[in-house]
């Protein structure tokens, strides 16, 4: 029986994501060892491949991995094979399966293109589902249940068999790596490999697919094979750099050698050249040790996505008390690490006020870098429900996904987002305003380029929320950054739509070449358009321009306050200005590694400090020198060679979305 598995990404303007599909690796590997050569399955990461082999040799079964970022793809390809091959039979699985029967049955009904679905972990239902085709592939029009499987009857009534419990003993699963069949993957250079090390995790927020599942339990494969994947990796993989799944790691004690193994690996071979992975937020003494094993690799993380207590707790979180953020951050400051973290606007009961309250109390904080995002509605999440939907009277809009498109010959997909733009607690309005902040304030403390500028205005005591918000509310004063403010407002208006079928509609592709449908497709693009902003901003050519503005609004907020030492703040934006200068990376073209500069205030030690203090209680009686670095020089040699070449547009979409945060700046040697 030949079997096709896919896990699809989008392909019109490169991989996304673009990742080596382990989870059809893993449903392969374990089918392999079960069935031996009773079933044929080969693995597919496009559409354009996977079509291909249909149309050379049909399968008996097509299964998909089905997620937020291929939920239109992966629906739109089943049925467009479907449609010249009504015989083949599909199976999804995935974080868009849903984990209760009454939803596994509209998204049945909604989708007769999926004949078989398969919720939570799916190496053991997928096994189970092959048994019974090989002894009746007519299953389906029978009824017969199949543990770990749900599918509609011929009457339309849900026929599920019963619930396959989670593999404990994670090591039963055959490496898929280790056994060769992701090679054809890990030869691409353009598909970073994925490392999976554990299982599971532990909390329970609503805005996330992983909050939804009963069982929290985490669990690892064993370190021994996990050490043999990492030097697979190094041996066979082109693409040089690693993306660890664990949602959590840090959290097992199991982590620490795991962290060792992977420096001792860096320092005698270069490999790896990057590690992304989600660390544990709680930062204990094996959270430390693992951070400063990995100091060159990742920063320190502590996750929270509100302040505000009724929110949390809505939403399923507990963050770590702010005491305790406090004594990480300056411990990590007094290690050289950087410490980041991530808010969410949107949230249930989250009102404008309170989200401006949250950025001003983060700041003081004394973060290094902070995401702050707008919500996205993901399919199967708690707060994506009708109820919750109702609940909190959501408004849900639509726009087109970042790099979301597919052609092949006469197939077209166009992948969608959903994003909740008003509620009972924020105006469409706010959302608008929030869309406008974010632009500027992730040039100061999300990348971090003006981060020192940043801490200068907080010193004095005015929040960053009155610096951005008196340029976005008088737009006349500050033409420039007025102007990039103009097109947010503008794409929020354009490019949200109250329905999918609406955001499809308008992105007309056709009768364009391939060189034509990036430029037309980011155009209408929501969630692209802030970052060639962002580009736009900081490039050479406008970055003084960018900077003089903002600098004109914190002085005119401090001349309105009742703050004094005028002079002193003014030259403590001028140092701050140069600062930021310095700190911006050249992405468009070679940078200097290092850039010296002579300082008469002691920049180090007020970082060492967490900023805190004013700048000018560290004035030097003689300056000295200082350096500005890149981190790590090589990422930027890899970015120049693979994307120099391009629109600076395109430049900055891809630098925004693969650089490090670690590394997105220079920072004091």
């Known amino acids: 029986m030949k079997v096709y598995l896919a896990n699809l990404a989008n392909t019109a303007f490169g991989y996304s994501p673009a990742t080596v599909p382990l989870e059809i690796g893993y449903l392969k590997a374990y089918a392999d060892s079960c069935l031996q050569d009773e079933v044929e399955i080969c693995l597919f990461r496009t559409f354009e491949s996977l079509l291909k082999a249909v149309l050379e040799c049909p399968p008996t079964l097509i299964g998909c991995s089905w997620y937020a970022w291929n939920r239109c793809l992966t629906i739109s390809a089943l049925e467009y094979v479907k449609s010249k091959f009504p015989s083949i039979l599909s199976v999804v699985g995935g974080a868009n399966v849903p984990t209760n029967k009454e939803r596994c049955f509209r998204s049945l009904i909604e989708n007769p293109c999926i004949d078989f679905l398969v919720p939570l972990e799916g190496e053991i239902p997928f096994v189970n589902l092959l048994s019974s085709l090989l002894e009746d592939r007519g299953v389906k029009n029978k009824g017969i249940p199949i543990d770990g499987i749900l599918y509609l009857s011929k009457s339309n009534k849900l026929i599920a068999g019963q619930s396959v419990k989670r593999v404990d003993n994670l090591n039963i699963l055959p490496s898929p790596y280790l056994r060769g069949d992701l090679d054809e993957f890990l030869a691409d250079g353009m598909l970073l490999p994925v490392l999976q090390m554990t299982r599971g995790c532990p909390y329970s927020c609503s805005f996330c697919v992983s909050g939804g599942y009963a069982e929290k339990q985490v669990r690892g494969f064993d370190l021994e094979r996990v050490f043999a994947e990492l030097d697979y990796l190094e041996t066979n993989a082109r693409n040089r750099s690693i993306r660890v799944s664990d949602e959590n790691f840090g959290m097992l004690s199991r982590d620490l050698p795991i962290a060792e193994y992977i420096a001792d690996k860096r320092k005698t071979s270069g490999y790896p050249a990057a590690v992304r992975l989600f660390t544990n937020k709680n930062v204990n003494e094996r959270m430390k040790s693992i951070l400063l094993t990995l100091k060159d690799f990742i920063p320190v993380n502590i ?224 969630f692209i358009i802030p970052v060639i902003l962002k580009g736009e901003l900081i490039h050479s050519e406008n970055q003084g321009k960018m900077l003089d503005e903002l600098a004109k609004s914190a002085l005119k907020v401090f001349r309105n306050s009742e703050v004094k030492c005028f002079d002193d703040f003014s030259k403590e934006m001028q140092f701050a200005k140069d600062c930021a200068k310095m700190a911006i990376i050249p992405y468009w073209e070679m940078p200097e590694e290092n850039v010296s500069f002579v300082s008469q205030y002691d920049l180090l030690a007020w970082r060492r400090n967490s900023y805190r203090g004013v700048l000018s209680e560290y004035i030097l009686q003689k300056p000295i020198e200082l350096c500005f670095q890149v981190r790590i020089m090589q990422e930027y040699n890899e970015f120049i060679y693979n994307y120099g070449d391009m629109h600076f547009s395109k430049q900055s979409e891809y630098f925004f979305r693969t650089v490090r945060t670690n590394n997105i700046r220079r920072f004091l040697a």
Not at 358 to 381: A, H, N, Q
Not at 438 to 458: S, T
């Open 303 to 526: 996750a929270l996505q509100s302040l505000t207590d009724n929110v949390l707790e809505i939403v399923g979180r507990k963050n770590v008390n702010l005491s305790e953020i406090e004594k990480a951050v300056d411990w990590a400051h007094g290690e050289n690490l950087l410490v980041t973290t991530e808010i969410i606007f949107g949230l249930p009961e989250e009102s404008y006020v309170s989200f401006m309250a949250i950025i001003d109390k983060i700041v003081t904080l004394r973060f290094d870098s902070v995401s702050c995002g707008p919500l996205m509605m993901l399919k199967e999440t708690e707060i994506a429900s009708q109820h919750s939907i109702d609940k909190y009277n959501y408004r849900i809009m639509y726009s087109l996904a970042e790099r979301g498109f597919t052609r092949v010959d006469s197939f077209q997909n166009i992948e969608v987002d959903a994003w909740g733009v008003e509620n009972k607690s924020f105006t469409y309005d706010d959302y608008i305003r929030v869309r406008k902040f974010m632009l500027l304030f992730d040039l100061l403390l999300f990348h971090g380029y003006l981060k020192e500028m940043l801490y200068v205005i907080d010193t004095r005591g005015i929040g960053i929320s009155r610096v951005i918000m008196e340029i976005i509310e008088n737009i006349q004063e500050y033409p420039f950054i007025g102007g990039k403010l103009a097109v947010i407002e503008k794409s929020c208006n354009e490019c949200l739509f109250d329905t999918e079928e609406e955001a499809r509609a308008s992105c007309c592709l056709e009768n364009l070449n391939k060189e034509e449908y990036y430029d037309v497709y980011a155009s209408k693009t929501f």
